[in-house]
């Protein structure tokens, strides 16, 4: 399958099966975080993998769209560690360097069978208390990982797009 065959086969799964993840597939899925490209190369990514019942139990009370995942990933980034542009005060990387990465994840995950949701309704700084990550660092996304179950669909605005010629400039 190509890149834009995947791209556009891949939808956000919001109901999923208990089964689990196997780690064979999960390895590539991080293999696949790990290439990702990022501001100088910094890498101030982190993924934290909740999969332990207290963690998934404890991050589906502090979001509502887990719906079920075996499990799911948490990113953050450290803000000491990301880029910052020399010539603009408050220009850093740090939340496009998570984002790559995400998307990364999301469509390796999906070629190995696996399907994802891209989940930003949270309170951060709950969650961060929650699992204890380190005040320099701070939560960008939860990422349910699993295996669809059989109602599963893409939603209705999946394949919605606007026209080109209202999103791409040519100068």
């Not at 999923?16 to 899925?29: A, N, Y």
């Not at 293999?31 to 404890?58: D, F, H, M």
Request: one cysteine or more; aromatic letters at 10%.
């Amino acid at each position: 399958m190509g890149f834009l065959d995947l791209a556009k086969e891949r939808y956000s799964v919001r109901s999923f099966t208990d089964r689990p993840v196997e780690q064979e597939k999960l390895d590539r899925i991080i293999e696949a975080a790990l290439i990702a490209p990022t501001g100088k190369n910094n890498q101030p990514w982190r993924c934290y993998v909740l999969r332990s019942e207290e963690a998934l139990e404890k991050i589906s009370g502090l979001s509502r769209c887990i719906y079920g995942a075996p499990l799911v990933l948490l990113f953050t980034y450290n803000v000491d560690e990301e880029w910052h542009n020399p010539f603009e005060e408050g220009i850093h990387s740090g939340v496009e360097d998570v984002s790559i990465v995400a998307t990364h994840v999301m469509l390796e995950a999906w070629e190995e069978g696996v399907q994802s949701l891209w989940v930003n309704l949270f309170h951060n700084s709950e969650v961060e208390k929650a699992f204890d990550i380190p005040e320099n660092e701070h939560s960008v996304l939860l990422m349910p990982l699993g295996y669809a179950s059989e109602d599963a669909a893409p939603s209705e605005r999946h394949a919605q797009s606007r026209p080109a010629d209202e999103l791409v400039f040519y100068l």
